[in-house]
């Protein structure tokens, strides 16, 4: 099932300030494709996953903008309506599955909730299904493992159980909120394979959210590229890492350590993120740029398309001026 | 579980009550005046026989011995001031009493602490949460020692609805149950919602609302149990304070509970009664606070294996 973002923008309003989390990001996403978005932290990739479902405490932050579903406004639908959607046709999985789950409660009541609420099924077929559901991603002894405590599993084994939570209802869109950030680095390539197979499984669409580069050339459909709460490049994955169209994401890849030339080994990108209290001028990514100069400082930067299928906000890239 | 409780009743239990009596023993001995300084014709021949009588002319270490052994069998000895009876008899008559007062008293509080509590923190900095929590704060504030004589005046004397004291009837229990539960229900209250509003921002309450469930469900079925653990550790001390009875409360009303016995036992020099008080007071106060331990231990799963 697709959905369509249109100028999606997430503000904070403090007391003496508004912080700009998002700020007017639209893109869509087709359906059974998996697109990511990827940036440091801080550029608000959270805070846009987070505001499609309306998890966002409402005050302090203030959500305007489009992000149709099945031919309802989430950002704006009213908050049954919302409830009936989440968990349900759109579902959510975590970064921290330790305390995404309640200590206080067993695994089984916690991934039968779902399906309980929404769909009205008996406890004990909702346990049957969550087993076999916990069988399929890779966790033996099932039906004796359900019953224990979140604190008795691991992390990986955890990530795999919020999975089953997530997919109980068979939702037709997943958010994925860096699910194997915290996960060491063989889990990390087992959970993604688990939810490849799912996704094709079930049909869905995933927005899928990290910070690895690596894990978004391999795992996505299309990327988007996020900073500063703005979507600075976007296209299809290979396009976008071979013909890379913003220096943004060129410094976000020579980030990426590589094995083959250990000496200049860890790369980073010199000065700090973008204000996010500070209204947007230019390109927000002008002070860190290589590249920028007062033109780029100035004028506002729109996505463009620079070939087909893909899209960079960079003036100078469009105008032809720079190539990297 | 088992081995647990008898591991906390021999390593800790035996050897803190050990301590309590043996320092209690010693200050009310170093208090100034004794058992029969207040009375005012008491010939010295009488003084000695009375003294020989209750042992207290022998050394105060044989002194000492004697009353642990005898307390290991529950014989908290005669009273000085109650001629005739035995320490142990006044307790078990008047415990009683205290304790149907303060089980009624503890309901009270908990139910309607925990519910305020609940309202207020379903709703954090609105007018329900400042309304609930104001009255509340004026529950902490009133002494029982004006809150029982208001109820009595409002319930009693205008509307007369319930009695004015004594404890022969049902509705002889109301009014002081109320009294003495009104304290507590304000700091259940409190504890209650501080600990919601602390689950509330939890990661696992996200996880909750991304799942659908409504708001009030979140709260009673994911947030509730974790925001009652700073509760359940106030409950123990309160629970043990509550069923040993209020002096205060007992003496508005005229309740034969065992309250007043702690006062009256310390301004008497009624050195067996003082003696079996602390003792019996200490007890229920540890056994309570291990009732507590296993209870913290029941609710948080991550805490069970400490059970063993």
């Known amino acids: ?324 | 579980m088992v081995r647990f409780i008898l591991k906390r009743i021999f390593f800790e239990t035996i050897p803190s009550l050990i301590v309590i009596a043996t320092i209690t023993f010693f200050l009310i001995r170093l208090a100034p005046g004794g058992p029969f300084s207040t009375e005012k014709s008491i010939s010295p021949e009488v003084l000695t026989q009375l003294n020989a009588f209750y042992g207290l002319d022998k050394h105060l270490f044989t002194q000492y011995l004697t009353y642990m052994a005898r307390i290991i069998t529950f014989d908290f000895g005669p009273s000085f001031k109650y001629p005739g009876r035995t320490v142990t008899e006044l307790i078990a008559e008047s415990f009683p009493v205290s304790l149907e007062l303060g089980v009624y008293a503890l309901c009270i509080a908990i139910v309607s602490g925990i519910l305020a509590g609940l309202i207020a923190a379903s709703k954090p900095s609105s007018l329900r949460d400042y309304l609930t929590m104001s009255i509340s704060m004026g529950g902490i504030c009133i002494p029982t020692f004006v809150m029982g004589p208001l109820l009595v005046l409002l319930f009693s004397l205008i509307l007369g609805w319930f009695p004015v004291s004594g404890w022969n009837t049902f509705s002889n229990r109301i009014l002081p149950s109320i009294t003495l539960g009104m304290v507590y229900i304000a700091y259940i209250a409190r504890l209650t919602r501080g600990g919601l509003l602390d689950t509330m921002v939890q990661d696992y309450i996200r996880t909750a609302r991304a799942k659908g469930l409504p708001e009030r469900l979140i709260l009673i079925r994911h947030a509730l149990r974790g925001a009652l653990l700073p509760v359940l550790s106030f409950l123990g001390p309160a629970a043990a304070g509550l069923i040993t009875g209020s002096f205060v409360v007992e003496t508005i009303f005229s309740i034969p509970g065992l309250g007043r016995f702690f006062v009256a036992a310390a301004f008497n020099r009624d050195y067996t009664m003082i003696m079996g008080t602390v003792v019996f007071y200490a007890f229920i106060m540890i056994s309570f606070n291990t009732i507590v331990d296993v209870l913290t231990a029941l609710v948080n799963p991550r805490l069970r294996s400490s059970l063993r």
């Open chain 1, 1 to 324: 099932m697709p959905i369509e973002l249109n100028n999606v923008v997430t503000s904070f309003h403090l007391r003496k300030s508004v912080i700009y989390a998002v700020r007017g990001v639209s893109f869509t996403v087709k359906d059974k494709e998996i697109i990511g978005i990827v940036g440091e932290s801080g550029s608000g990739k959270s805070v846009l996953a987070l505001s499609l479902l309306q998890l966002i405490p409402r005050p302090p932050a203030i959500i305007s903008g489009e992000a149709v579903f099945d031919n309802v406004n989430l950002l704006s639908c009213d908050p049954s309506q919302i409830r009936s959607i989440r968990g349900k046709r759109i579902s959510m999985i975590f970064q921290d599955p330790l305390s995404a789950f309640n200590p206080f409660m067993q695994l089984s009541d916690q991934i039968i909730e779902p399906l309980i609420y929404h769909d009205r099924v008996s406890k004990k077929e909702a346990l049957e299904f969550a087993v076999d559901l916990l069988t399929q991603t890779g966790i033996s002894d099932a039906h004796h493992k359900i019953n224990t405590y979140p604190h008795q599993f691991s992390g990986g084994m955890l990530q795999r159980a919020m999975i089953a939570m997530a997919l109980i209802t068979k939702p037709a869109f997943l958010i994925a909120d860096e699910p194997t950030t915290a996960l060491d680095v063989t889990t990390q390539a087992q959970i993604l394979d688990l939810l490849k197979m799912f996704q094709q499984k079930f049909l869905m669409s995933i927005i899928f959210i990290t910070h690895n580069l690596g894990i978004a050339a391999t795992f996505c459909d299309r990327i988007n590229v996020m900073y500063a709460g703005t979507i600075l490049e976007c296209g299809v994955t290979n396009e976008v890492f071979r013909h890379t169209a913003h220096p943004y994401t060129k410094a976000l890849i020579r980030c990426v350590p590589s094995l083959d030339n250990p000496a200049d080994s860890l790369q980073m990108i010199s000065g700090s993120l973008f204000d996010s209290s500070q209204p947007l001028t230019g390109c927000p990514f002008a002070a860190r740029c290589d590249y920028s100069n007062e033109y780029c400082r100035s004028t506002p930067c729109t996505l463009e398309e620079v070939a087909p299928g893909h899209a960079s906000a960079c003036v100078r890239i469009k105008k032809g001026e720079i190539s990297l």
